[in-house]
């Protein structure tokens, strides 16, 4: 199964900015998932393979960018103008990108698919 790390999570004053790193090569979409406390896993950002396609829920759409280096095989989540109800745990999900659209993987999970552990992010008023 595919190995997965994040890393860059923190903490931060409302306004501030994080970036978020996943490894994973360009064979894999990878997406950007976030649980706040008490509430479901719901996916942020999600990029493909190539780079070219990515996706954004509403809620961070001017404020979050995902990107991609594939010669570091590393995916990034920049995050600025960040607010309260960011807050929560993020993680890296990643599927094989000829099976999926952006869109699919943010919308929903499968069973078995690779997680990374989790990176805290937490943004104080």
């Known amino acids: 199964q595919l190995q997965l790390a994040e890393s860059g999570g923190g903490l931060v004053q409302a306004g501030g900015s994080l970036r978020l790193s996943c490894e994973a090569s360009?064979?894999?979409?990878v997406g950007w998932f976030r649980q706040a406390p008490g509430k479901e896993r719901e996916g942020v950002s999600c990029?493909?393979?190539?780079?070219?396609?990515?996706y954004y829920v509403d809620s961070v759409k001017g404020r979050f960018t995902i990107s991609r280096d594939n010669a570091k095989n590393t995916v990034y989540l920049q995050m600025s103008s960040l607010k309260p109800e960011d807050t929560g745990v993020y993680y890296c999900t990643a599927r094989p990108s000829r099976i999926t659209t952006v869109q699919q993987m943010c919308a929903m999970t499968l069973p078995g698919q690779s997680w990374g552990q989790g990176t805290q992010v937490t943004v104080s008023s």
């Open positions: 360009n064979y894999y979409a």
């Open positions: 990029i493909s393979g190539s780079g070219l396609s990515t």
